[in-house]
């Protein structure tokens, strides 16, 4: 039995749920976000609450009804407050910098990386060393921010490249002089 698939989603005063079927539209005042339900659960709404039902007790509908009620939970959220990844980039002459839409990174190659956001995907760069990806849907914000990351994930040794805000690098020892 998902405890987390039982928990009921309570709805804040400016959003508004649209159920047809086997789809949900969520509308707020950052935008509108979709989700096509899968056939072993359905939703029941009254008033500001919506609970995810399940519609059989296989094993597949049990693990549909908690993810089902996450997403629906984060879809709640990105409309109301969005989400945010902070990345930082350590290394000497590492930096980022916006050109329009589009992200360029210096981050020791060659040639500097031109990235492009999705769609509903924003991107801050503060100073030339954090970077804030933002946006309403947490599954396209996670993607950006760990595209950017595998441009140049962060090292052991020197603890250069680009890492999330707060992330551990466990430091390796360098080659030891005889």
Not at 53 to 72: C, M
Request: proline share 5%; no cysteine.
């Amino acid at each position: 039995m998902s405890r987390v698939g039982n928990k009921p989603i309570e709805l804040p005063k400016d959003v508004e749920v649209k159920i047809e079927r086997q789809s949900v539209e969520v509308k707020g005042p950052k935008g509108v976000l979709t989700h096509n339900l899968p056939a072993e659960v359905s939703l029941d709404q009254k008033e500001n609450i919506l609970v995810v039902v399940k519609q059989s007790s296989s094993r597949r509908a049990a693990g549909i009804h908690g993810l089902t009620r996450t997403l629906l939970s984060n879809m709640v959220v990105g409309v109301t407050e969005g989400f945010e990844k902070r990345l930082e980039i350590n290394g000497v002459g590492y930096r980022a910098l916006m050109q329009g839409r589009t992200l360029v990174l210096t981050l020791g190659y060659s040639h500097p990386i031109n990235y492009e956001p999705p769609e509903g995907v924003e991107i801050e760069v503060s100073g030339r060393a954090e970077l804030v990806v933002k946006g309403m849907d947490k599954q396209k914000v996670g993607q950006a921010a760990a595209d950017i990351r595998s441009f140049r994930k962060p090292e052991p040794y020197k603890s250069k490249g680009v890492m999330y805000k707060g992330e551990r690098v466990r430091r390796k020892a360098g080659k030891a002089s005889a």
